[in-house]
């Protein structure tokens, strides 16, 4: 593909498709416009890595729903599992949205919120709070929740202005209903979490059913493992080990959560659980754990199109279903065999090291995006050069770059602001002046066209950034 001078000008367009609502979705909606929520996560090789924006989406959706579908008094057990969850992302999110969560909740104010949580509503104020906080300091002049009570953000400004902040043992009796109202509305079904089949699978104004929080919940689950540090803090291995125990007592779907319970206690299971120390372990359990859920799934006839993942390997579900009387003598390991060298078959009950590490890269690649997940995925680059005057001279310069490749991108983007439209140089003691003609190449798979073009990254599909070029 040829592009114009500047870098980053040849960007690639997503059609965001938004239909007219109809039966429950308008009834849901009301006159609200439902959007999409982004593609569905898909648990196998040919999807791409949530974005920040979709990382968030499915982090907030998590953290309401459980609030919401709390007890009206939860049990202290179930009040330390929801803490525990909302207390995650300050050790577990990454990039700098994990350091704006931690500032948030680390004020002396929110912690005595958090610590004063007795209730439903107690539970479900604080997210709701925490979310306008966070909505403030990325957007100083956005709406806030509910939009109808005309909220200042000067006093959501956490821990900047501490002393302003709006307090949740302030609101009165009528305040407080009218947001719980609003809450309920947002993130509550009538009737429980059940598989509503609307016509958009995730819509942003729309209550989640069970499969968008199941999609959200992984997102979250793997998303978090993939980008920790390959030496975890003891901070964060404690709250990532948290989580599993955490959804074992506060998952909002109940029925899921009871299929859950039958397994998440098998002895191998949890010896597993108990051993997680590195950034690979965290990634390898949350893999054995979504496929054991997939597993159990099949076993039940509810999902009997879904596979085993990578579904490139010669997994099957007869691996991971738990708990077996021989549990210990059949099930898949997330650690390597003490063989390395062992060949992956229908009936292993181990990895070998070339597969382990496989599916570690397949994981990331599925959940990772290379660079990090603050990496800008759109360049909004200046306009082409104006065409050169009639004999004008002409500099023709070429530049060949990988697809998709995320040091490309940053290289760059270094050198972006030395390619102007105008040129000089100096030759044989003369001053030349002339127009720069510069096209960029984009070295890659290409499966399109020049008018519908489909790049595709030679090492693999979770480097986004190389899109902005």
Request: glycine share 8%; charged share 25%.
């Amino acid at each position: 593909q040829k592009m114009p001078r500047h870098v980053g000008a040849w960007v690639g367009l997503a059609a965001i498709l938004i239909g007219s609502a109809a039966g429950l979705e308008t009834e849901l909606c009301g006159d609200a416009i439902c959007g999409t929520y982004g593609n569905a996560p898909r648990f196998d090789d040919s999807s791409r890595p949530p974005s920040k924006m979709a990382l968030g989406r499915a982090t907030w959706t998590f953290l309401h729903v459980t609030a919401a579908y709390l007890p009206e008094t939860p049990n202290p057990a179930q009040l330390k599992s929801f803490l525990m969850l909302a207390k995650s992302p300050a050790f577990l999110y990454p990039g700098e949205g994990g350091l704006l969560y931690k500032s948030i909740i680390d004020d002396a104010q929110v912690k005595e919120e958090m610590d004063a949580i007795k209730t439903k509503e107690d539970a479900m104020l604080l997210v709701w709070k925490v979310h306008n906080a966070v909505t403030t300091a990325l957007q100083p002049e956005g709406t806030l929740f509910p939009e109808s009570m005309g909220l200042k953000n000067k006093r959501f400004s956490i821990p900047a202005n501490s002393k302003q902040q709006f307090t949740l043992k302030s609101l009165n009796g009528v305040l407080k209903k009218q947001i719980i109202d609003a809450l309920k509305t947002r993130w509550v079904i009538t009737g429980g979490l059940e598989n509503k089949h609307w016509s958009k699978r995730d819509l942003l104004n729309m209550p989640p059913d069970r499969s968008m929080l199941g999609r959200a919940s992984w997102t979250f689950f793997h998303t978090t493992s993939v980008y920790l540090p390959h030496a975890p803090t003891h901070a964060q291995i404690e709250s990532f080990k948290g989580l599993f125990d955490a959804i074992y007592e506060v998952y909002a779907c109940e029925l899921c959560r009871g299929h859950f319970r039958l397994f998440y206690h098998d002895p191998l299971l949890q010896k597993e659980h108990a051993e997680i120390a590195t950034k690979h372990d965290a990634i390898m359990f949350v893999w054995k754990l979504h496929n054991a859920v997939t597993a159990d799934g099949i076993e039940r006839g509810d999902w009997k199109e879904r596979a085993m993942f990578p579904t490139d390997k010669t997994f099957n579900e007869s691996q991971f279903l738990m708990t077996s009387p021989t549990a210990d003598k059949d099930q898949m390991r997330m650690r390597g065999c003490a063989n390395t060298s062992a060949v992956l078959t229908p009936s292993s009950t181990c990895l070998g090291k070339d597969d382990h590490y496989e599916i570690v890269a397949d994981v990331e690649a599925r959940w990772q995006i290379e660079g990090g997940i603050d990496q800008p995925l759109i360049d909004k680059g200046p306009d082409a050069c104006d065409p050169p005057k009639e004999g004008e001279k002409v500099l023709h310069m070429d530049m060949y770059v990988m697809g998709k490749c995320p040091w490309c991108a940053k290289a760059m983007e270094a050198i972006a602001d030395l390619i102007k439209c105008e040129y000089t140089c100096e030759l044989e003691g003369k001053t030349h002046t002339g127009r720069l003609d510069f096209n960029m190449h984009m070295v890659g798979l290409n499966n399109g066209t020049y008018e519908d073009p489909w790049l595709r990254a030679i090492h693999g599909p979770s480097e986004l950034v190389g899109e902005r070029l």
